[in-house]
C-alpha cells in the first residue's frame, strides 16, 4: 500500500496544532466535562433505535395496508441512517465511551444495516481519516458506480448528467455494501490492512457470512413468515428503506469533502502539509446552527470538528467548534464553512456539474 507522508511546510503550522490541542483540551479541563458521550448519548440511542426497531415489530405484530407497511419502511431507513450516524459512527471511533466494550457493543449497531464493522473501519477510520481527500486513497471519492467525485477519475460523457441521476444511485449505497463487503473484505486484506485491524481473513470471512445470512433471514424472513405480505412486496419494502438510508447517509458525507473550497489533492504528491492543517483543507462544515440537523446527523456537519478530533463525541462540536475557527483563522488556515444545509447542497450540485464537464 502506498504510503503518504504528511510534513510542516512552515513553522506556524506546529505552533497551529499545538495550540489547537491546547484550546480545546482546555475547553474540557474548565468545563470538567469528559471528551465522551453522556445522558443525552444514551437518550439519542434509545430515539435512533427505535425509530428502525418499532416500525419494523409494528409491521410484524399487526395487520395493515400495503402504504401503510411502505411508510413504516420510509421511517426505518431514517432511523437506521440516524444509528449509523449518531450512534455507530460515534461508537466505532471510541468516543462514545471510556468502557472499549461499549464502543465495541454499539459499533455493532452497523449490523443491523447488513454491512460489516471491519470493512468500516478500514474504509472510513483508515483510509478516509488519514488520507481525507486524496484521489486514489480515499475511498469515500473514488469512483462509485456512474459517479464521478474525484478529478483523478476517468470522465465519460455521461458524467455530465450526474448531478440529476446522483439523487437515483445514492440511494443505492447501502444495498450495494451488502455485496460489495465481500470483495472489499479480500481487497483490504491484500493490502494487509485486514491484519493491521488485528484481524485474519478467513475468520472475519466466515463471520462475515454468517452475520449478512441472518440478517437477510431477519430482514426477510420474518415478514414472510409473520405476516401476509408477498415475497416481492417485502421486497420493495426492503429497497424503500435502504434507498432512504443511503440517500441520506451519502449526502450528508459528500456534504462534508465534495464542495467548493474542499481540495482534492493527488496521490502522486508525496508530502502534503501538517496533517490537522490537511484536514482543514479537505473538509467543510455546514449547517451549524441547525440544530435539529445536527442532532439527528450526529454532529457531521461539523465534519472539521470530526476529522480533527475524532476521539471526541460529537455532543461537544457545537462548543469546541468556535474554538477550532477561532485558532485556525488566527495562524492564516482555511476554515470552510457553509452557512446552511441549502448552500451546502447548491455547492455539492455544484462540483458535481464541474466533475461531470470536459
Known sequence: MHNITFKSQANTEKDFVNNLRKNVSDYFKTNHISTKGNAAMVFKTMIMTAMYVLPFVLIL???????????????????????GMSVMHDACHGAYSKRHWVNQLLGGTLYLLGSNVLNWK????????????????????NKKGPIRLALKT???????????????????????????????????SKKGLVRQQHGE?????????????????VIFGLPLWLTSFTWYQVLIGFVIMHWVAGMILSFVFQLAHVVEGAEQPFEEDEHYANWHVHQLRTTSDFARNNKILGWYIGGLNFQIEHHLFPNICHIHYSKIA??????????????????????ALYSHIKMLKQLGAA
Open 61 to 83: 405484530m399487526l395487520p395493515m395496508p400495503v402504504w401503510v407497511a411502505a411508510m413504516l419502511c420510509v421511517v426505518m431507513g431514517i432511523g437506521i441512517a440516524g444509528v
Open 122 to 141: 478500514i474504509q472510513h477510520n483508515v483510509l478516509h481519516h488519514t488520507y481525507t481527500n486524496i484521489a486514489g486513497m480515499d475511498e469515500d471519492i
Open 154 to 188: 476517468p470522465l465519460k460523457k455521461y458524467h455530465r448528467f450526474q448531478f440529476i441521476y446522483v439523487f437515483l444511485f445514492y440511494g443505492m449505497m447501502t444495498i450495494v455494501k451488502l455485496v460489495n463487503d465481500f470483495p472489499n473484505l479480500f481487497k483490504y
Open 201 to 217: 481473513l478467513r475468520s472475519e470471512f466466515i463471520k462475515m457470512v454468517l452475520r449478512k445470512l441472518l440478517y437477510i433471514a
Open 322 to 343: 468556535p474554538i477550532v475557527q477561532k485558532t485556525a483563522l488566527q495562524y492564516g488556515i482555511p476554515y470552510n464553512l457553509k452557512p446552511s444545509l441549502t448552500s
